[in-house]
């Protein structure tokens, strides 16, 4: 079996006249489950439209399940969710998974559609139109239709958001499930006691990584009592290291925070 | 073609529940014609000239603004980045977009064509080559949307396109003024225009002209059906900013 489901290699992604992603390397080892943390606008989505193949103007190796990130081979057997709900909102949650179970190619389309819709706990909506549904119950439909296809790799960019506690610890058993069953999962997360879950945790800050870590290893690294606080000290550490030698040059270092 | 399928019938799920587009795209027509029979009903030669030009215009119309801001709005609402990830080809969206607006502008060229026929249009010609060149007309509004809603950011935008893009085309199609009294560089501008051949193609069915006279006209329609198509094609990114 493989080693790694994505290998990054020096990842450049410039948007517009700014480069997002500067110089990032990491792996996804295969079959575990690995959280993506960091502040909004730190890169994660980024980082994850660069690893499902949409993502304009990427320099550098990703390489996804053996292959170059995008390629054709590789949509049957990767998932991908976006930050918003990305399904259709005026077609009911089994018309929605249907479709996307057909763009799969899944053989069996009615088993993996009602396996989804009970993966994501829709039971008794699956007639009901999407834009009619609760923004908990719309981006499960959209994690559902990310799952319908059983990809070997799944890309979710922040799943359980807006979610009760309840839920996400539900969701959270799933992700545990399906990476047990060998399956890879990259989720990013703001909330930070879902790192705990994770097997490894990827912290980034201004397109770059902060720390490729466990979440034990964060822990006593920065000593905190919690994950929170182990992320918070690690960003403030980070944001300490890039001030420190601008404070000579106080007009850039203005600039710089501003950003 | 399976995928190309499946998109056509997710599309024509969508507008099964959305039954303001199907009024407009079926009953608007139909009441700007009826409307237009009631105005000149002491003279019937005006809808028997003017009704054929009318039941291809009105249909190209509606469609190229229901289609370019349907394929915006799956561009933004994340739903087309997420289609790029799956195994769908850029060949097969817009094919499924086309199919499905194909199915409903078939129905739409024969309820518009009938209830003109119904309020009193006389056609010289054919009446079967009038719902023919009616339908073409439809789907070049169709694909033309399709290519449009490449080059708009918002829905906004996309309803801005269809003044920009069709209204010139309206003014130069023959329709306010015979093409060859037009200024020469009008005139020359009409024939790059895909409106002026659907124009034509009517003008001359409605003079009682027959299939030969009109293969020409017809034959330049297809031609900028597959030229849109193509430009859709070719405007679909895989990979975005």
Redesign the interface.
Known sequence: MRKNAVVIRDLRVVRGDRTVIDGLRLDVPAGSVVGLLGPSGSGKTTLMRAVVGVQDKVTGTVEVLGDAAGSPALRRRVGYMTQDASVYADLTVVQNLRYFAALAGVPSPGKAVADAVAVVDLGGHEKQRVGTLSGGERSRVSLAAALVGDPELLVLDEPTVGLDPVLRRDLWTVFRRLSAEGRTLLVSSHVMDEATQCDRLLLMRAGGLVADTTPDDLLTSTGAPDAERAFLALIDAANAVETAPAETLPAETNEETAR | M??TL??S??VL??LR??HRTVALIMLLPCLLIGLIAWMFHDQPQVVDQFGPMLVGLFPLIVMFLVTSVATLRERQ???L????????RKGDFVAGYGLAFATLALVQALVVVGFAVLVGMDVAGPLWLVVVVALLDAILGCTLGLAASALARSEFQAVQMMPAILFPQLITCGLLMPRDQMPEVLEWLSRVFPLTYAIEAMTSLAAGDDWSDVRGAVGVIVLFIVGAVVLGILTL?????
């Open positions: 399976t995928l499946a998109t019938g997710r799920s969508q529940g959305d609402s994340g739903t980045e997420r289609l790029m990830t799956t195994p769908i990114r895989r990979r975005t900013a």
